[in-house]
């Protein structure tokens, strides 16, 4: 594994010197009246962090793209959380939120799953190790930074990890467009856990097996699905909107 990692674009960057993850280097590219480039320069001499002039076409190859505003960092790789100790933080939260994800191949799904989740107040992001994206500079640059303000697990089993979920006291609600039951129908009240499949095949069968409801989105006109980051912000909200009218009643 390579012991660093390029982020790039100005809110990713802005999050990740904001965040805990260690920073070698940041590179601009060019000069900006932005007030946001010069937030990441104050922040990065407030760390006594490097900074390197680029031209772009410098930055198009550090990058890899040339969507990256002018600035990128050179950091440690990704920190995963681990379940585990998400779950031991959630003891004594009687509303804990999850997001899992079920071989999201995406990585601009992934990214927006997280950002989602992040904006939804939700707890954590469970990810699979295998056959799934990871979080990549695409995926952070996809969630504008949101990748750095929630924790994001990666397990070797998903199944095993709902397993982990239920006995932490969680409720399993998987995502799947042929189940009669909707999530407008659902109560979504104590811990829950939501499950998004990936694109294409959505929930795998063992899976499927281990959550405890399954639950669709009702959709209307002529198309029979929606984007994998559609539905799970749809999912997300669905479980804020209750638990706000909740606490108004």
């Not at 009240?189 to 899976?207: D, K, M, Q, Y």
């Amino acid at each position: 594994m390579s012991k660093e990692e390029i982020i790039y674009g100005l809110n990713p960057v802005m999050e990740a010197l904001r965040g805990s993850r260690e920073i070698y280097e940041l590179f601009v590219a060019g000069t900006s009246a932005d007030k946001r480039l010069e937030k990441l320069l104050k922040l990065a001499a407030e760390k006594k962090i490097p900074v390197r002039q680029r031209e772009k076409g410098d930055l198009n190859r550090l990058c890899g793209t040339d969507h990256h505003q002018g600035v990128a960092v050179k950091a440690e790789p990704f920190p995963y959380a681990d379940l585990d100790d998400v779950l031991a933080e959630l003891k004594r939260n009687q509303e804990g939120l999850i997001l899992v994800l079920d071989s999201v191949q995406d990585p601009h799904n992934l990214g927006a799953l997280i950002r989602s989740a992040a904006c939804a107040g939700a707890d954590a992001v469970v990810i699979p190790k295998d056959r799934a994206a990871g979080v990549t500079a695409v995926a952070e640059k996809s969630s504008a930074g949101a990748t750095e303000t929630i924790p994001v697990a990666q397990v070797t089993n998903i199944s095993q990890a709902l397993e982990s979920l239920k006995k932490a006291g969680f409720w399993i609600y998987g995502a799947d467009g042929s189940a009669k039951h909707t999530l407008y129908q659902q109560n979504f009240t104590g811990p829950v856990a939501l499950v998004i499949g990936g694109e294409g095949e959505g929930i795998r069968p063992l899976v499927r097996k281990g959550c405890d409801e399954i639950v669709s989105i009702p959709l209307q006109g002529g198309v029979n699905s929606l984007n994998a980051s559609v539905a799970g912000g749809i999912f997300l909200f669905e479980v804020v909107r209750q638990r706000l009218t909740l606490k108004k009643a």
